[in-house]
Nanobody, 115 residues
Framework: VQLVESGGGLVQPGGSLRLSCAAS????????MSWYRQAPGKEREWVAT????????NYVDSVKGRFTISRDNAKNTVYLQMNNLKPEDTAVYYCKVMRAGLPYWGQGTQVTVSS
């Protein structure tokens, strides 16, 4: 299993970024995918989840209405569109898959929201 995140960067408050997570080594279309984030000095927190065919999505309250999780099963990729970014969204963002009862994580991509 390999998960590779990309798309992070420095953005001003109110700006947007789209994160991508390219997956390989498993049947991507069969698995629920999630995004998590970890801010400096804080525990990793769940951000959003999308089911295998994308029918159901869920979000932490703090990002509802601003972030959208989606997936392209033909490209084995899950996305996180982040709009109206706030300084408190600054964190390393990770994608995750649970497979055979074990969590697999990518290496993370840094998102910094600052003026």
């Amino acid at each position: 299993v390999q998960l590779v995140e990309s798309g992070g960067g420095l953005v001003q408050p109110g700006g947007s970024l789209r994160l991508s997570c390219a997956a390989s080594g498993f049947t991507f279309s069969s698995y629920t995918m999630s995004w998590y984030r970890q801010a400096p000095g804080k525990e990793r927190e769940w951000v959003a989840t999308i089911t295998s065919v994308g029918r159901t999505t869920n979000y932490v309250d703090s990002v509802k209405g601003r972030f959208t999780i989606s997936r392209d099963n033909a490209k084995n990729t899950v996305y996180l569109q982040m709009n109206n970014l706030k300084p408190e969204d600054t964190a390393v963002y990770y994608c995750k898959v649970m497979r055979a009862g074990l969590p697999y994580w990518g290496q993370g991509t840094q998102v910094t929201v600052s003026s």
